[in-house]
């Protein structure tokens, strides 16, 4: 059974940073894409970074420059390093396969930006 578990976020101020951890188990990890998602108040999920199993990375607009996704293959995990965060950042954060797999979904993480 796939299992991910995300950790990191939490409340900062506009410019501030955050790192977003994500553990994953049950499946193999090194063979799969992977993405972090988000959902603020009101809006659909949406796909903010992602990562193919070779490294390539590709992100939304909104956070170009701003966030850096990577991954650790000895250890499972994929990272969300965001920096100058805004308001408008504010939502769950949740990771995925790339394309993401509807029965995968964790928890997620709030990240919340506000002065």
């Known amino acids: 059974q796939v299992h991910l578990v995300e950790s990191g976020g939490g409340l900062v101020q506009p410019g501030g940073s955050l790192r977003l951890s994500c553990a994953a188990s049950?499946?193999?990890?090194?063979?799969?894409?992977m993405g972090w998602y988000r959902q603020a108040p009101g809006k659909q999920r949406e796909l903010v970074a992602a990562?193919?199993?070779?490294?390539?990375?590709n992100y939304v607009d909104s956070v170009k420059g701003r966030f850096t996704i990577s991954r650790d293959n000895t250890k499972n995990t994929e990272y969300l390093q965001m920096n100058s965060l805004k308001p408008e950042d504010t939502a769950v954060y949740y990771c995925?396969?790339?394309?993401?797999?509807?029965?995968?979904w964790g928890q997620g993480t709030q990240v919340t930006v506000s002065s």
């Open positions: 990562i193919t199993a070779g490294g390539s990375t």
């Open positions: 049950g499946i193999i990890f090194r063979l799969y894409g």
């Open positions: 995925n396969t790339a394309p993401p797999s509807a029965n995968d």
